[in-house]
């Protein structure tokens, strides 16, 4: 069957327990990669900060160059299981600055593109939690995207999530999946997470995807964990818990293209009232 006919595809997300021992990390998600290669996921996806834990005071210690150990592997185990992998994201070290990056590569081995978190993590919600990315890091100013037999995929990071006009415009570019390597954590995770993945999905008709570490109770940050993938109907397609997991998932194109022929929303916007544009263009 020729690629332009094939109407659906199979992602994984790798729900990975992630330690304080890059090496170890770093084994083990190639272990968990491999695995879901095996199991005919044709996109697999690693989650925020995959090979270190997450914290401002991890970043520094754990920060690598692009190319560097970490891309190094992804680029090696894209290549053997001829798939796409997006590398959850690392503390990306660029001179005196500090990013949370995603890179992407193909099936080839090739960096496809590579995403810096674009709004930095900065809350403070009393009595639960407090946190500043920016004191640690950097933000990125790049939309990411990359193209596949099936669609075009965006990227962003977690926090990113939470701005929807950041999902419109990639929807507008043309992507019909976008992924989250994300984080939550004990509060908002319970509150918003699955609520965001579905109001994305819904909103831009079309699938999203969000990969999450699993949940270390003994961690200075615990995730919430349930990395998630979500249907253009706002439907959770799969879900993990908290455990590390590999959650498999089919994005259907054909039922994206019945969707918003039912619900033609795209077409119906008000551009003589309203209008929506990324500033810079696709990286």
């Known amino acids: 069957m020729a690629a332009e006919c094939i109407r659906k595809f199979r992602v994984a997300l790798v729900q990975l327990a992630v330690v304080k021992d890059k090496a170890s990390n770093l084994q083990r998600a190639g272990q968990l990669i491999r695995e879901a290669a095996g199991k005919g996921a044709n996109i697999i996806a690693l989650p925020e900060c995959f090979n270190c834990p997450y914290g401002n005071k991890y ?13 190094d592997l992804l ?10 992998l997006i590398g959850g994201s690392i503390p ?4 005196d600055r500090l990013y949370n990056t995603c890179t992407v590569f193909g099936p080839t081995g090739t960096l496809l593109t590579k995403f810096r978190k674009m709004h930095l ?6 009595g ?13 100013d790049q939309f990411a995207t990359f193209d596949t037999e099936w669609c075009k995929v965006g990227v962003a990071i977690c926090y990113d999530l939470r701005f929807k006009d950041l999902a419109s415009i990639y929807a507008q570019q043309g992507c019909q999946l976008l992924c989250y390597p994300g984080a939550f ?11 965001l993945v579905r109001s994305r999905a819904l909103d831009n008709q079309l699938y999203v995807a969000t990969v ?10 615990v995730a919430w964990g349930h990395s998630t993938l979500a249907n253009p109907w706002g439907e959770v397609v799969a879900k993990a818990n908290e455990k590390e997991d590999i959650v498999y998932g089919d994005v259907d194109l054909e039922f994206l293209e019945n969707v918003r022929k039912q619900i033609p929303v795209t077409h119906q916007r008000r551009l003589d009232l309203y209008t929506m544009s990324s500033q810079i263009p696709p990286h």
């Not at 990306?92 to 001179?95: A, H, L, T």
């Not at 993590?121 to 009393?126: G, S, V, Y």
């Not at 946190?131 to 640690?136: G, I, L, N, T, W």
């Not at 999450?212 to 940050?221: G, H, K, L, T, V």
Request: glycine share 6%.
């Open 59 to 71: 970043f520094p210690e754990y920060a690598e160059s692009i190319p560097g150990a970490s891309t």
């Open 121 to 126: 993590f900065d809350i403070d919600i009393p």
């Open 92 to 95: 990306e070290r660029d001179g």
């Open 212 to 221: 999450s570490p699993a949940r270390d109770e003994a961690a200075s940050y």
């Open 75 to 84: 680029s090696s185990i894209a290549k053997d299981c001829s798939i796409y």
């Open 185 to 195: 954590n004990m509060t908002t995770g319970p509150a918003h997470w699955e609520l």
């Open 128 to 140: 639960k939690i407090t946190f500043r990315e920016s004191d640690a890091l950097s933000p990125g």
